[in-house]
């Protein structure tokens, strides 16, 4: 059994991991140069302790995934002109492509318009530390490197953001709602509904909704440190307590640890899907867990996933609940919760979707009205992370993997 304690040392330590990534790699959008860097240098610090490192390689379009934005906005203007020359049908076709691709890509995170766009490669590092006797389960700590692009509308006026948020999407589905009243009115009666005037007057005052869309998210990158450079920090400093316990004669009985840090979370977590694309035998060969972390900020706001991608996958409800009453040994405040709706998704969604147990740690508010002050913004900087965050997710996380070692071992 491995008896190492949390230390200050640690906390130290993994917010300097975070430091230095930041410094040294750049801006970390998926699939560009600083995000391969850091992957580099993430794959080396692997290297002075794991068993075995990888890098694997994919391939997937960065823009497809925040592309419906535009999009939306774009048809939304077509189908205005034509609600002005009285052909509705060809407006509720054009937004419906919209919605449609909003749904697929945004909703469920569906690869859906992903070949139209122009193809990059990603890279994910893998870490492994064997246990002492037989691999009888193994456990991925996992987060991601890649940095997200900067939202105007969360850096810019961000307590209007709901607003801007809602009031475009309403004015989309306004556009889809009012043309199909039109149409079906007129293809029963053969004449033009007499609120037509006022309705493509509504739809052009909604423009100016629809068009402050086209600037939700900004071209520069954040630093990324709460999101989500963080959490790969946490897993490495994870892994660095448990090998150097193994090299001192306390290993693991019969867990295998994973170290995950994936690449274009950010586009859709494309990046932990390539990962269980290519390895899902495997990780249904044993008892597999996810221990997935993300926007490590603040204490008072720690929870577990139990739902993903907007509600539309189910992650461990019995991990979760393992994990929040670890974290309430510990003397943590911590809840389990599904995602909210519309707030997106996390890498632990993908393991879910093939039936790995999995979580994400969360520690932010997290809803479309209230989230950390510097979710997606420049200020995503070290300083705003709590080092007591760092220290519990490390004290938790290291109870959970001796805990699920020793119960395995018995």
């Known amino acids: ?70 999009l939306l906005v774009i048809l939304y203007v077509i ?15 054009l937004i419906s492509i919209g919605i449609l691709t909003m749904v697929m890509e945004f909703f469920f995170y569906k690869e859906f318009i992903d070949p139209l766009w122009q193809k990059k490669t990603g890279h994910n590092v893998i870490g492994t530390i064997e246990p002492e006797d037989e691999v009888k389960q193994q456990i991925i700590i996992s987060g991601h490197h890649d940095c997200a692009y900067v939202f105007n509308f969360l850096y810019y ?124 035998d495997e990780l249904k060969k044993i008892p597999t867990y996810n221990f997935n972390m993300d926007c490590l900020y603040t204490l008072d706001d720690l929870f577990f996933l139990t739902t993903d991608i907007n509600g539309s996958v189910n992650l461990s409800e019995k991990m979760a609940k393992e994990c929040e009453q670890i974290a309430h040994q510990k003397g943590y405040k911590a809840t389990k919760k599904p995602i909210a709706f519309l707030t997106g998704g996390t890498d632990a969604g993908e393991f879910g979707k093939i039936g790995v147990e999995a979580t994400s740690l969360i520690a932010m508010p997290w809803g479309n009205d209230s989230r950390a002050s510097v979710y997606h913004t420049p200020d995503d900087k070290v300083e705003a992370i709590e080092p007591e965050i760092v220290k519990a997710s490390l004290k938790i996380l290291h109870e959970y993997c001796m805990q699920k070692d020793q119960k395995i071992s018995i």
């Open 79 to 93: 189908s205005t002109v034509f609600l002005w020359i009285q052909r509705p049908f060809y407006s509720v076709v």
């Open 157 to 280: 006026q961000p307590k209007l953001y709901p607003l801007r948020l809602y009031g475009g999407l309403g004015s989309v589905f306004f556009m889809f709602l009012i043309p199909l009243i039109w149409s079906i009115f007129k293809l029963i009666t053969g004449r033009e509904p007499l609120l037509g005037t006022i309705w493509k007057i509504t739809a052009t005052i909604l423009l100016l909704l629809v068009l402050q869309m086209w600037f939700f998210r900004g071209n520069k990158g954040t630093p990324g440190a709460g999101d989500n450079m963080i959490a790969v920090a946490v897993a490495n400093q994870m892994g660095y307590i448990i090998a150097n316990a193994k090299k001192n004669g306390q290993p693991l009985k019969h867990t295998r640890i994973i170290l995950g840090s994936w690449d274009a979370e950010e586009a859709g977590l494309r990046g932990a899907r390539a990962y269980c694309k290519l390895h899902e």
């Open 1 to 70: 059994m491995i008896n190492e304690m949390i230390q200050y040392s640690d906390v130290k330590l993994t917010l300097e991991f975070t430091e230095r990534m930041i410094q040294t790699s750049g801006e970390r959008l998926a699939g560009s140069p600083g995000s391969k860097k850091a992957a580099d240098s993430i794959k080396k610090e692997f290297e002075s302790y794991c068993d075995s490192v990888t890098t694997e390689k994919f391939t997937f379009s960065p823009n497809a995934f925040l592309g419906y934005i535009r």
